[in-house]
């Protein structure tokens, strides 16, 4: 499998952004989906994620309430709907999936994890 991340920009803060994340090779009904960004300068962390099928969803705090996770259907593509940006959620934005069976979720160390290639998003004042 192989995915391509889209939908990075320039915005204002208070804006919004909806990020893609689109699968190539195969569909992920039994993968997890998610989503890391990384700042300038800091290390990378863990923003949200959508377990398999349309499942549970987990977010970052500094995030709720802000950004939704979800992915489609036909279980292809993750989209990031990011509302109310903050100048602090500048970063390139990294997608990723592994299987589900791979717990945890969040633990992007695992061999079996698939990036995207990254797309910058840029909140200005």
């Known amino acids: 499998v192989q995915l391509q991340a889209s939908g990075g920009g320039l915005v204002q803060a208070g804006g919004s952004l909806r990020l893609s994340c689109a699968a190539s090779?195969?569909?992920?009904?039994?993968?997890?989906m998610g989503w890391f960004r990384q700042a300038p300068g800091k290390e990378r962390e863990f923003v949200a994620a959508?377990?398999?099928?349309?499942?549970?969803?987990y977010y970052t705090d500094s995030v709720k309430g802000r950004f939704t996770i979800s992915r489609d259907s036909a279980e292809t593509t993750m989209y990031l709907q990011m509302n109310s940006l903050k100048l602090e959620d500048t970063a390139v934005y990294y997608c990723?999936?592994?299987?589900?069976?791979?717990?945890?979720?969040?633990?992007?160390?695992?061999?079996?994890?698939?990036w995207g290639q990254g797309t910058q998003v840029t909140v200005s004042s």
């Open positions: 090779g195969r569909t992920l009904r039994t993968y997890d």
């Open positions: 990723y999936t592994k299987p589900h069976w791979d717990v945890p979720f969040w633990d992007v160390a695992s061999r079996n994890v698939v």
């Open positions: 959508v377990r398999r099928s349309a499942g549970s969803t």
